[in-house]
Every structure is written in structure tokens, then in C-alpha cells.
């Protein structure tokens, strides 16, 4: 039996190989390392783990039944409390929630939590038993608006309690961010369909091409009979530089250059209509994830030199670590504490970006410390293409078609912790109450709207 502080690495594709495609990098674990890994789990009797979970899934139970070689016992146990076992298993954070948390981590590595989720849910889709089951109805119809990963397992979880549920989508493909925001090579696209026809198969229904605000409003959905709605649009507004040249040709919001890649193949074009402009020298400027991903997929659409512009140290960015070392491996080049100042164009088109050195300061309110520019250390980046990757806001369509609904001094909806807003009958969870957060706190946050609305319409019955 291997140590316990051992912890087994995934399988990669080669970082050489993978920049001329869009597949997926990580390759996961494979039966033998599953059952590896699982055996290194202590199956405490008070698990911590648990609790770092933002859905409460019971983590030493399904890596229990992984030690004795049933996945698909173990993926069962984890759809008690995740619809989307795939997703998470390969996107969510776990390093700073349930693994943070394991014992194991306190002298060693923890669990691979995340990968272990990930095989349990990989071996059901590959024997092609995830279908889900319906339930006897209660009668009573249910809205969600949006289909991200909130308003999916609140739609999944209401199923499951009894309703009719309807998810209204404004694009034309289900899934939200999940699937126009995060790229093949992260969060393939037939993942997350597979986990939408798992919440379809409970009985929820897809109307895509839908515009709640637009084509019907809430007060609408009322009056066509839905008892109560959930809103889940997540922050798909992008915010900019705020800087001379951004409206350049060959300037993107992250949101936009993500979209037309992720959604729209606009890498494909002419083959699909949307065409996108492909960079030989991108700078994308940002730390998170959304600019780890432009960049990456920068990188894949064929540009030589791809540079990431961060105002602060590597230390402070907020994207995984995973996420940043396999950008690197992958020769993006990181130019911290550096802020854009000025986009410098030629008949309309970019042509650099002028930065300027910073240093960091005293901490701010996020708690990181704050950039202090170096006055004088200004210099040049050529650039064909920049991608500004520094954040979203609530998108105000819905927002303004409901004056009723009660929003905070930055523009989300006010809705207490169980997801109730100031509109009767309306609940809402993700980044559109908090800004752009996580997949499995989204996840987290409808799970407990759809509590909240089953406590709501339980009590009207």
C-alpha cells in the first residue's frame, strides 16, 4: 500500500501537443489511480471535508465505495447532493474548499477530492447510465431564469421535490458560463451537455432563445401560472479598461473573445459565420481564470507571443494555481506588477499598449495590497490584440424589466441567505446576487434557493 501522503498527479496531454489543439489537458485518473488515491483517504468520523463543501456531499462515503471499486455506487452518492459531478470534479476550487479541509493536509497532500469526483462521474457517462428518474408532481409550476450552474441545480433539485420546472435561457444553448465562458480544453462541451440531459432527464424543461425581461417579463411568468421563480443569471456584463484606445479593432472584453471561441466557433470560421481577429502578439490583462483561459486560447488560435499584464505579484492573482502553472507551461509570459495605460492604434486598428511598472502598497479592501504605480517606468508592448479580463457585472436587462426587485449599491439583486429577494415569490442565487464567484458557490446557492422555494410553496399549499 503507497503512503498516505502520496498524493497521485493526473494524467496531462503534453503542454507541446496541446497548444495546437482545443482538447481537454487534464486526462484525470484511471481505475487504477482512482482506487490509489481513495485508499488514501482516513474515512474520519467527524470529516471535516464535508463542511468545506459547499453542497455538503458526503465525501468519505462516495470515496469509500471508490476504494471498493463501485463507481457507480459512488456516483449515486454524490448526485444526492450535486447534479453536476463532471463539472465540479474539473472546474471548482476544490484547494481552497473540501480539500483545504481534509485532515491530510495538515502534514501532507490532501485527498484529490476534485479528480476523484471527476472518475466517479467519467465511468457513469461512459457505461451511458445517467439518466435521471422523475418524481410524482405536486401541481405546481416552477420558473428558472437563466441555466448556469445555479439555476441547473435548483432546476434539478425543485425536480426532484415534485415540480414542473421551466428553465428560460436567453442564448441559443443551455448552460451558461459553463459552456460560453470556459474553454474546450478545461470544461469540455459534451461534459456539460451530458450533465444538462441528467437535469432534462429529471423532468425539467429548456426553452432556449428566451429573454426574461425581454420576451416576457416575471410579472409575466406569474401570470402564466409559475407559483414561484428563480433567478440564476449570473454577471455577464464585462467590465473594461477604462483607458484611451479601447475601441481599437482588435479589442475584446474576455466575455466577448470567450463567447465567440467557446460558443459561437468563431475559431472555425468560415466554416462557422462569426469570425474573430487571431493575434500574432495578444496581451490580456487580468489574473483570473477568465484571463488564464483567453490567454490559453489565444495561445491555441495561433498567436507567437501571448503576454499576461497583472497589476499586483503572481502571489495575489486570484486564478487557481493549476490554472496559471499550466498557462505558463504552455509559454504564455507573465508580466506582473505592470498596469495598461494607454492603447495605441493606427487607422483604427491596435498596434500596441503602453504600461507602466507598479509596486505594491498597503493592503485594500479586498485585503491584497494595493498597486502603486512607478512614475517614469512606462514602456511599450506591441500588440495586434488585447483582451481586457478584469471582471463582470449583473447584466441590467432582467433587472430593469422588475423594478420591484430590491439591488444592492453594486447592481446585484438583494436576497438574504436563503436566497429570498424583496419580490414575493422570487428567489435568486450565484454571481448575480454575489458578482463573479465560483461554480460549485453558484451550485451552493441553488441549492438553497431551491430549498427556500420548496419551504415557500409547501406553506401556500
Known amino acids: 500500500m503507497m503512503a498516505k501522503g502520496e498524493r497521485l498527479s493526473a494524467r496531462e496531454q503534453d503542454a507541446k501537443e496541446r497548444m495546437d489543439n482545443f482538447d481537454e489537458v487534464s486526462l484525470g485518473y484511471d481505475e487504477k489511480q482512482a482506487r490509489a488515491e481513495a485508499e ?4 474520519c468520523k467527524k470529516p471535516a471535508c464535508v463542511g468545506g463543501c459547499p453542497v455538503g456531499i458526503d465525501i468519505p462515503a462516495f470515496i469509500k465505495l471508490l476504494k471498493e471499486g463501485n463507481p457507480a455506487a459512488a456516483i449515486k452518492k454524490i448526485k444526492e447532493k450535486n447534479s453536476l459531478p463532471a463539472v465540479c470534479g474539473r472546474v471548482c476550487p476544490q484547494e481552497n474548499q473540501c480539500e483545504k479541509e481534509c485532515i491530510l493536509a495538515k502534514k ?54 415534485g415540480y414542473s420546472v421551466t428553465i428560460f435561457e436567453a442564448l441559443h444553448k443551455a448552460g451558461g458560463v459553463l459552456v460560453y465562458g470556459i474553454p474546450e480544453f478545461r470544461l469540455p462541451k459534451k461534459i456539460v451537455e451530458a450533465e444538462i440531459d441528467y437535469v432534462k432527464g429529471l423532468g425539467v424543461e429548456i426553452r432556449t432563445n428566451f429573454v426574461i425581461g425581454n420576451t416576457l417579463t416575471v410579472d409575466d411568468l406569474f401570470e402564466q401560472g409559475y407559483e414561484a421563480v428563480f433567478i440564476g443569471t449570473g454577471a455577464g456584463l464585462p467590465h473594461f479598461l477604462g483607458i484611451e484606445g479601447e475601441n481599437l479593432n482588435g479589442v475584446y472584453s474576455a466575455n466577448e473573445f470567450l463567447t465567440r471561441v467557446n460558443l459561437m466557433k468563431s475559431h472555425l470560421f468560415p466554416e462557422h459565420d462569426t469570425p474573430i481577429k487571431r493575434g500574432h502578439k495578444v496581451v490580456v490583462v487580468g489574473g483570473g481564470n477568465v484571463a488564464m483561459d483567453s490567454a490559453r486560447t489565444a495561445k491555441r488560435l495561433g498567436a507567437s507571443e501571448v503576454y499576461l499584464v497583472y497589476r499586483r505579484t503572481e502571489e495575489e492573482m486570484p486564478a487557481r494555481a493549476e490554472e496559471a502553472h499550466h498557462a505558463k507551461e504552455e509559454g504564455i509570459i507573465f508580466k506582473t506588477l505592470t498596469l495598461p495605460r494607454k492603447l495605441i492604434g493606427e487607422s483604427g486598428w491596435l498596434k500596441a499598449i503602453e504600461c507602466i511598472e507598479t509596486t505594491l502598497g498597503e493592503p485594500d479592501a479586498s485585503g491584497r495590497r494595493r498597486p502603486v504605480i512607478k512614475e517614469g517606468s512606462n514602456f511599450t508592448l506591441e500588440a495586434d490584440v488585447v483582451i481586457a479580463a478584469v471582471g463582470t457585472g449583473a447584466n441590467p436587462l432582467l433587472l430593469k424589466a422588475t423594478p420591484k426587485l430590491k439591488l444592492n449599491p453594486k447592481g446585484y439583486i438583494e436576497a438574504d441567505e436563503k436566497g429570498t429577494t424583496s419580490m414575493k415569490g422570487v428567489f435568486a442565487g450565484g454571481d448575480i446576487i454575489t458578482g463573479s464567484a465560483t461554480v460549485i458557490l453558484a451550485m451552493g446557492a441553488g441549492k438553497q434557493a431551491a430549498a427556500s422555494i420548496d419551504e415557500y410553496l409547501s406553506a401556500r399549499a
Request: hydrophobic residues 40%; aromatic residues 2%; contains cysteine.
Open 40 to 43: 488514501r483517504c482516513l474515512q
Open 108 to 161: 501532507s497532500d490532501p485527498i484529490a477530492i476534485g479528480l476523484l469526483e471527476r472518475f466517479a462521474a467519467d465511468s457513469e457517462r461512459s457505461q451511458d447510465v445517467a439518466a435521471g428518474s422523475k418524481v410524482e408532481s405536486k401541481g405546481k409550476k416552477v420558473a428558472v431564469v437563466g441555466s448556469g450552474p445555479a439555476s441547473l441545480v435548483s432546476a434539478g433539485d425543485l425536480a426532484k421535490l
